[in-house]
């Protein structure tokens, strides 16, 4: 990662920039640097009550920060998200790729809630 990649996450960490602002000049500087930039370009989830068509939670984060996310993620939080079926690594693999589609497609037992995750 070069510095000015850097300082747009750094803008964004500190609440200075959005997440949507931060996501265009990361594309800008991939542009700038001749790099055509992976081909997803959005992590979206959404979050479906039991029975229900319109969802709880709906959210839209740029590839370039779920990327940066990742890393931090504690390896208690990766054992509870493996124990729900859902493939971190095949996930990573995918926005390394630019795969677009559903990458998630669950259903919680405790709580009866569909959650399903997708790159575009």
């Known amino acids: 990662m070069n510095d000015e990649q850097d300082r747009v996450l750094k803008l964004l960490e500190e609440k200075k ?3 949507e602002e931060a996501s265009k000049l990361l ?5 700038s640097e001749g ?7 959005f992590l979206k989830v959404r979050v479906f009550p039991k029975g229900s068509d319109r969802p709880k939670v709906n ?10 996310g990742m890393n931090f993620i504690p390896d208690e939080a990766k054992a ?8 971190m690594k095949m996930i990573s693999e995918a926005l390394e790729k630019g795969i677009t589609g559903k990458i998630v ?3 919680e037992d405790e709580h009866g809630n569909h959650v399903e995750i997708w790159l575009e």
């Open 17 to 19: 920039i959005t997440a």
């Open 27 to 31: 594309d800008a500087i991939r542009r």
């Open 35 to 41: 790099g055509t930039g992976a081909r997803n370009k």
């Open 59 to 68: 959210v839209t984060l740029p590839i370039g920060l779920v990327k940066w």
């Open 80 to 87: 509870k998200i493996e124990e729900q079926e859902i493939d």
């Open 105 to 107: 497609d669950v259903d």
